[in-house]
């Protein structure tokens, strides 16, 4: 199985703020992570697919790098919207797994 | 428009069943794969299932393999989920989520139905 550790566990940021959350694969998926939005009360959100991709009307302050097992997520300038858990997935091999998450809040 | 709906949850004792079922509408339900993901409360997302549009391809997460089972009905445009045996670690929200065609990663999910075990 694959394990994804995100890091850090939990940001305190402010509006404005540029923010990078970090994804580490315990082995190699190539290009093959996404990158999920999730806030309370809701389902998850896909952002990003394929490392770099962002999803159908995802917002261009949202970015992302990486392959093989590093990854990174990047928020260009928080908006107020954009306080939630973030996941990553990865899609090469099964069982498919998730990252334990990191949570974005307001400082 | 996609729709993902799930329904079936609620409380039952450790050792019994429960089968959750996901309506779809809005794509051309058999050419897609689809899945189950899991969310114990307060804690992150785990993939639990997936089943391929014509059936043929059916994977487990190990937590619930043998205990669990995924099927779906395509001339009704519904995804299911028996879950036997359940045990207190199963209690989570279920979601329903399809991946892009050919794809792994997932596009469109329900709005989640609660499953609660205990005595």
């Known amino acids: 199985e694959i394990v994804l550790t995100q890091s850090p566990g939990t940001l305190s940021l402010s509006p404005g703020e540029r923010v990078t959350l970090s994804c580490r694969a315990s082995?190699?998926?190539?290009?093959?992570l996404a990158w999920y939005q999730q806030k309370p009360g809701q389902a998850p959100r896909l952002l990003i697919y394929?490392?770099?991709n962002r999803a159908t009307g995802i917002p261009a302050r949202f970015s992302a790098t990486g392959s093989g097992t590093d990854f990174t997520l990047t928020i260009s300038s928080l908006e107020p919207e954009d306080f939630a858990v973030y996941y990553c997935?990865?899609?090469?091999?099964?069982?498919?797994?998730f990252g334990g998450g990191t949570k974005v809040e307001i400082k | 428009e996609v729709h993902l709906v799930e329904s079936g949850g609620g409380l039952v004792t450790p050792g019994g069943s429960l089968r959750l079922s996901c309506a779809a509408s809005?794509?051309?339900?058999?050419?897609?794969?689809m899945n189950w993901v899991r969310q114990a409360p307060g804690k992150g997302l785990e993939w639990v299932s997936s089943?391929?549009?014509?059936?043929?391809?059916?994977y487990y997460a190990d937590s619930v393999k043998g205990r669990f089972t995924i099927s779906r009905d395509n001339t009704k445009n519904s995804l299911y989920l028996q879950m036997n045996s359940l045990r207190a670690e199963d209690t989570a929200i279920y979601y329903c989520?399809?991946?892009?065609?050919?794809?792994?990663?997932?596009?469109?999910w329900g709005q989640g139905t609660l499953v609660t075990v205990s005595s």
């Open positions: 394929d490392a770099s």
């Open positions: 082995q190699s998926v190539s290009s093959y």
């Open positions: 989520a399809r991946p892009p065609a050919g794809s792994r990663h997932f596009d469109y």
């Open positions: 809005g794509f051309t339900f058999s050419s897609y794969s």
């Open positions: 997935q990865q899609r090469i091999n099964w069982p498919l797994t």
């Open positions: 089943i391929s549009g014509d059936t043929n391809y059916i």
